[in-house]
């Protein structure tokens, strides 16, 4: 113990009864002994803080009598370096590390300047994560089957390694000098900074800073020279050796070589020194057919180009191969703007009724088209007609006439079309209105009569239903079709003659690769028992099985139901032939409604939504009427978005859209195929359940046993053109043991923040409700992560990982359920077609449902396959591409194939298995039905903007936290769905004991277990017993969201002194 005392004024050197102890050290062989001391000196009244100290700390070394001796300021990470460089086996150091980061944290909790200790605590869960896990082996599973892929060989045609000089491209003012870059054909430039040459440069010798070249160049198109001035920075060499690249990641080590290749393929297609640009137009790695006449025409001034797809890709065995694809995009005609105006306005009439030709001087823009126009023409790229120059402009906003528009010229005032009347000739339309390029404050405004839209323009913006419809049904094409096109592709773009891949020594082989795949079995399904008693199990064919003459595994009660309708008045008897025939079907199904409906509610001609909605609200409260279901005849798809906003939000009301074209195909046509899709969707919606995974070995030892909750997780962030729009994440996991309930929790928060700060809540939130229902919380964990590309792999998995991992500390602090956590990608263009045409599905002659790939295209060192899990309807059937990017469980290939393709069998709304795991499908829908919600708002005028844009000062910082409300406010579900909504069926309904419940015989003691399970949750004693724990007394950290990492040392300490001696001693 060592003290130091402040001497008492009048007290001699040697006197020390009179000093005042001022602080004490306490140097103790554990933390036990130190907590001790702290606590009896706390008890005798003196101010303690504890923290760690030392000088030196010893690690082991490369023998017992060898250590590796550290400062104790040293950071874990360096001494993690240094011992990684020594010794690659750490295991056996783990530990110690873990130690040596306890100390920093201690020491620098009790510091002064510590003021969160999250990120360090972060630090603790993250030191195992070292890198991505790797493939265990290969899966055997399945019947095998041959097939083709859109990939093709790369070759070298020099032997050993293909080494090509970077650069660093910096283009700066027009300055003039030449000879710089030598031989064209022999450079590979990605059009921004960075460059790829066969030789050195011949540049001057400079020091470290790079110093500018002057030179000059003509290109094809423009005919001319153009002078500029660049700065080229040497940054290396790159080795297409993918063996031997340095350490890391693939996808770090592969950015070098993989982007050489893909700027080096893209060279004949978009560099202006090669005849051959001409023909396309270059968007990223897809390149497009710029047309000679007429393209697809998709209506609003919209065409359809046909391109090709080209990536380069490091496939199994470290091999290169190059993915051609067929590609398509919208691109706005090159016509006038006029012309462009009449296409938006005309829309999808088959009879246009505005045209140029039919103008006339006195023609004018209606004031109820403009909010039509204003959103189509914003952002779009145009040139002027009246003046000989290319300059381009982007449209701004649409104003006033050029008659009406003044401004001061010589100190008189005068309008846009005197302006032009007497600088270029009079305007043929001055009522027309303008356009204004530029800023606010320098704005620059043309009639629409001189503008052209400019050429190869792509459209950026959101399709139409039937746009998208119409690409769908022109682009789509059966399977072998689409690789013979990904052939002729190949051949017709001369890739063995492009000059480009001769000076560097590469070729590609016209032939498409050929990999063995397997054909997974499917699960088995029940549904509920028929009436002698018998289980019905069903097996998928194919992708889909047929349950219409089954009852659901478990059918909901629907106590009463409201039909609103927004049709004609004339249409009430067609409606009435709709209930009839629903009632009919969903009582077939097991599901229990009434006749019909309690009332039906008519829109009048100037109803809204909200209206209609409040009047069946008003009736429901004041007649005491329970509505499960309200169904909701629509007029327009566009009311969608106001009846989910006004029925999740405003009134509490669980609503079933309904479109005209549907209700005809019930009432009229009597599709029995529509009804069941209909009684699928309520039977969900109130509480049922529609089938199950029969018990096998896969599902009983991998799911049910394990107690698993499976999590979907999506984040949506607005497209470039949804600037008023926010990010989106959706958490979705199952709530009870038989992986059949599915509950959802969503945020939302201002757009351009790519990382999503409500993770460990929402991950929590997954946790306390299943435990809630289960009475035990999950043992393994396994998340299917939607949307992330491969390049954020090990941010997302550190991140969202991270995130998971707090929140299971939060729920129980010794609290470590196993974690799995796998990417889903569907944005790829990886094909695959059956090379034997009688193994081939369907009318797109696709391959079946089931269909695995893990070997020949996937990756040499990631652990990834491609699963091919629904039947191809239309076109090609796209593959959906797996990342295993961590893997506690460490299930077999086999296992994690299986469970992949049997949770695509849950999605319940039809009777076909989709093409990604259920969860991420209902994260997506979830997603979606946020996004209603979010647009309803802003239509409502609630919210005007969810971006800030200078979030340093204070004011926007007060504005992002105001706005972050207003979102939170968006989404708060009204009181009566909270418990329903965002759930993929309503079990917390059967909680009701108002609501009568029939559930499945089996099933009953769960049920029943339910309600006492709710009651207030106390500590997990299961969690705790294992390290034969035993408390002696609770403190409730009430001041504190979740119970954090790091101790509440305060209270414990304020806890603590009520101890007597004797009771500290003995506990």
Known sequence: LFCVMNKSKNSTENEVSNRKLRFSVVCSSNMNRSMEAHAMLQKKGFNVRSFGSGSLVKLPGPSPTVHNIYSFSTPYEEIYKDLVAKDKNLDHLLS???????????????????????????????????????????????????????????????????????????????????????????????GRSTLFTVDKLRLKQHSEEAVPEKFSFKTIRENKPSEVSILIKPTGLVHLDFKTAESGLLDEREKGPIQFLDILFAQGRSSPLFELSKSFKAVKNSFYFIPKSASFDVKYGIDLWRGLFISARVIDGFRLAINIDVSHSCFYKHQSLINLICDILNGDEHKPRFHPSLFEISTRIQLEHLPLLIPKLKGVSIHTTHRNQDRIYHIKDICGTARSVVFEKDGKKVSIAEYFR???????????????????????????????VAKCQRYDKKLKAFQMKSIIRFASTEAPTRIQRCIDLVQKSNFNSDPFLKSFGVQIKPEPIMVSGRVLPPPRLEYGKENGGRQIILTPKDGAWNSNEFKFFESAYCESYVFASFLAENKTSMLQEFCLEIVRTCRSTGIEMPDNPKFYEQAGENDSVEMVLKRIADKCDSNGIKCDLVFVALFS???YAEVKSC??????????????????????????????????????????????????EVVDNYLYKNNTLVIGVDVVHPSAAETHLPSIAAVVGNVDISVTKFHASVKIQPAKQELITGFVDQFLERLVEYFDVNGSPPKNIIVFRDGVSEGQFMQVLEEELLALRRACKSFASNYRPLITFIVVQKRHHARFVCCDEAAARGSGKNIPAGTVIDRVVTSPDEYDFFLCSHHGIQGTSRPTRYYVLFDESNMDANTMQSITYYLCHL?????????????????????????????????????????????????SISKAESVKTELANIIALHKRVKKIMYTQNGLLNMLDRNRRVKPHPERFQEYKGLLRIRSKRKINHKLIQPYNIKPYYHIKCSDLKHQQLVCCWDSLLEEMKNIDDNDYERN
């Open 637 to 639: 798809s566009e009311q």
């Open 422 to 452: 007497d600088a270029y000739g009079p305007l043929k339309y001055p009522n027309l209105p303008l356009v204004q390029v530029g800023s606010k404050s320098k704005a620059i405004y043309f009639p629409v009569e001189l503008c052209q």
């Open 96 to 190: 110690e590390l873990l130690l040596l980061l306890c100390f920093q944290i201690v020491s620098l909790a009790m510091s002064e300047q510590s003021k969160d200790m999250k990120a360090i605590s972060d630090e603790l869960l993250k030191l195992n994560l070292k890198e991505l896990v790797k493939r265990p082996e290969y899966g055997t599973v399945g019947k095998p089957i041959k097939l083709a892929c859109n990939y093709f060989p790369l070759i070298k045609l020099q032997k050993g390694d293909l080494v090509v000089n970077r650069y660093h491209i910096d283009i700066q003012h027009p300055l003039k000098r030449s000879d710089i870059f030598g031989d064209p054909f022999k450079l590979a430039y990605d």
């Open 907 to 955: 999605y319940g709304r039809c009777t076909r298995s989709v093409s990604i795991p259920a969860p991420v499908y209902f994260a997506d829908l979830v997603c979606a039905r946020a996004r209603y919600h979010v647009l309803a708002a802003l239509n409502s005028g609630l919210v005007e903007k969810f971006s800030v844009k200078d979030s340093s000062s204070s004011s």
């Open 647 to 696: 029925g999740d939000i405003t009134f509490g009301l669980v609503t079933q859209c309904l479109l005209p074209k549907t209700i005809k195909e019930v009432a009229v046509k009597k599709s029995y195929s529509t009804m069941l899709n209909i009684a699928m969707k309520i039977n969900m919606k109130i509480g049922g359940i529609n089938t199950k995974l029969l018990k096998d």
